[in-house]
């Protein structure tokens, strides 16, 4: 019986042992990289767009980051850099594919800063898609009466004629009395005729 207790502690004091190296491994990585826990990035939060996503975070000693950044966790071969030293960092890392998953750690100095263990994961929106109205048809121009193109009036009358509301009720017909161009059907090409023939 005794001798299974002192398995259990020893067993014990080697797990003790291992996580005291672990947290000192850390500490001195931390230390020997030229950064300090007071650099380790807090209240990391992601603002993810269709093109952008824009990372932030506090420290408690100013400090420049760099945000590394792919689309494959394995590697984040992307880089952002910081401007200048701060406590409050912000980092914009663009430009981003829509609707795609995007993985990213913070390094400051030697040493990087990560979610667990695991990469930080953002994905971004999805397209949007922007429909444009179409231009809405030219209005057609008017006539109020037949023009002629024997017509004795005056040029600026003549043309006025072909202004008027009762030339476009006749588009579409074959009135030959409007008809300019002899095709069988009155269009804006007469209209134009009729412009052309009255203005000499």
């Not at 797990?15 to 030229?34: H, N, P, Q, W």
């Not at 100095?109 to 030219?138: F, M, Q």
């Amino acid at each position: 019986m005794r001798k299974n207790i002192k398995i259990v502690l020893i067993v014990l004091i080697l797990i003790l042992a291992g996580i005291a190296a672990v947290l000192g491994m850390r500490v001195a990585k931390t230390y020997f990289s030229g950064a300090s826990l007071d650099v380790e990035p807090k209240n990391v939060k992601i603002v993810a767009q269709e093109s952008s996503a824009t990372i932030t975070w506090q420290s408690d000693k100013p400090s420049i980051g760099v945000v590394e950044y792919g689309t494959n966790q394995g590697s984040l071969l992307l880089r952002a850099v910081e401007s200048s030293e701060s406590n409050t960092h912000r980092v914009v890392l663009s430009p981003l594919k829509p609707s795609t998953n995007y993985y990213f750690r913070i390094r400051v100095g030697e040493v990087i800063y990560d979610n667990n263990g695991t990469p930080y994961t953002l994905k971004t929106e999805e397209a949007k898609v922007t429909i444009t109205p179409s231009p809405s048809p030219t209005t057609k121009p008017t006539v109020s009466q037949a023009p002629s193109s024997t017509s004795s009036a005056g040029s600026s009358e003549l043309v006025s004629q072909c202004d008027s509301d009762e030339f476009s009720t006749k588009f579409g017909t074959a009135d030959a009395a409007y008809d300019f161009d002899k095709n069988g059907q009155v269009n804006t090409r007469d209209w134009l005729k009729c412009l052309e023939v009255n203005s000499q």
